[in-house]
């Protein structure tokens, strides 16, 4: 089955203390991002990634760092994470090396808790 | 800057009512524009596109969304709402141009209710 999945789904930590969220696709997609979900605030993006040791940064990359070593994964880290990080994270993928017209496949998420 | 703006954060609608959700757009370039459906508890799931071409756009589920250049638009609408529409929608866009090509920018998203 194609898909994007992320791990953990669920994940309570307490400030300072690093942390990765993995993301990996089975759909040899070039693209690949991630976003954070506030209420009221949409989606936002994080980093993107146009192919294999290609990142830019999104709107909101403080705090967050990316690699994208092989074309499957995308893992997020957080190298010391705050309390502001608490977010539902969605890492997405699609075709095509910017993806500009291909729809993005979305992970089911991952429901981050800094304390 | 690219920009999206969906102005209702609340559309309610009766069960075979239309329904119209808004958005709006500032983009340098063309706009890639897209519309995504969020249920609870799940990840985000593409719903429709405008590259170019006709500025009436069919997707998934019996949606559809115009796209008007003059008043940088992309609305989405569904002719009979059904109460399994009921869910939380975000408009998105790229540009085709500069140094924010890989970039995609979501409104606020808009929670729909439909009631029976």
């Known amino acids: 089955e194609a898909q994007v999945t992320q791990n953990p789904r669920y994940l309570i930590t307490v400030t300072g203390k690093k942390l990765t969220v993995t993301c990996s696709q089975n759909?040899?997609?070039?693209?690949m991002s991630w976003y954070r979900q506030d209420p009221g605030l949409g989606l936002r993006q994080i980093y993107y990634s146009m192919n294999v040791e290609v990142t830019d940064k999104g709107d909101v990359p403080e705090g967050y760092k990316v690699s994208r070593k092989e074309k499957r994964n995308f893992p997020l880290i957080l190298e010391s994470p705050s309390p502001n990080q608490t977010s539902l994270y969605f890492c997405a993928s699609s075709p095509g090396l910017a993806g500009e017209w291909n729809e993005q496949f979305f992970g089911p998420g991952t429901r981050l808790t800094v304390l | 800057a690219q920009s999206v703006a969906q102005p209702e954060d609340q559309v309610n609608v009766a069960e075979g009512n239309p329904l119209t959700v808004k958005c709006t757009y500032s983009v340098s370039g063309n706009p890639y524009l897209f519309w995504y459906v969020q249920y609870p508890n799940r990840g985000l799931q593409f719903l429709l596109k405008y590259i170019t071409g006709d500025n009436l756009v069919k997707g998934s589920y019996g949606f559809e969304a115009e796209f008007n250049k003059s008043q940088t638009s992309f609305h989405l609408k569904k002719p009979s709402a059904l109460v399994s529409d009921s869910a939380l929608y975000f408009c998105a866009v790229r540009s085709d141009r500069g140094s924010t090509l890989g970039r995609l920018y979501f409104g606020r998203g808009t929670q729909l209710t439909v009631w029976p």
């Open positions: 759909m040899n997609h070039e693209y």
